[in-house]
């Protein structure tokens, strides 16, 4: 089932996520769907913050067969890369909107999958981007938040005319 996702600058994207309790079929429930909603939406990751379900679960699929979704639930960065890259950058929830950000090129994660088991993610490239990315949601971050405050600031107007004209449309 495709979920809703929450658009900035939606003051629910800034709500810090808490702790998965327990990795059961309502959470395995959830996972399914995030990763049904990322890729009708054409996303590579999505976090459980975005559909405005305020829990620390995130999912991925940065593959070029789109067939390998992963789940990281209660996701914590063990070891970053002192090296960073700024990198292009959009958002589900910012759509249309791409700019630089500056990220670690290496990460390793920690979290637990779908079935609660605990892994290590060693991660680079455009999974270590997505990664990051995806954990500032859970963290009440949004990519828009590394930009100066002008482009913050257009960017929101932006979004903000967007939503009222899709109101009125409907």
Not at 13 to 20: C, D, F, I, Q, Y
Not at 119 to 133: D, S
Not at 153 to 165: G, P, W
Request: charged content about 25%.
């Amino acid at each position: 089932m495709a979920l809703t996702i929450l658009c900035y600058p939606d003051p629910r994207l800034h709500t810090v996520a808490k702790p998965v309790q327990a990795v059961d079929d309502r959470i395995r429930q959830l996972a399914r769907d995030m990763i049904d909603t990322m890729y009708q939406a054409s996303g590579v990751g999505l976090a459980a913050t975005q559909v405005n379900v305020h829990e620390r679960l995130i999912v991925l699929d940065v593959s070029d067969t789109r067939d390998q979704p992963m789940v990281l639930i209660n996701p914590e960065l063990v070891w970053t890369s002192p090296e960073k890259k700024l990198n292009e950058e959009g958002c589900l929830s910012v759509p249309g909107i791409y700019d630089g950000v500056e990220r670690h090129l290496s990460v390793h994660v920690k979290a637990l999958d779908e079935h609660g088991n605990a892994r290590v993610i060693e991660a680079e490239g455009l999974l270590a981007i997505c990664v990051q990315h995806e954990m500032d949601h859970l963290m009440g971050k949004v990519f828009v938040e590394y930009l100066s405050l002008l482009k913050r600031n257009r960017i929101k107007t932006k979004m903000v005319k967007h939503q009222r004209e899709l109101r009125a449309a409907s």
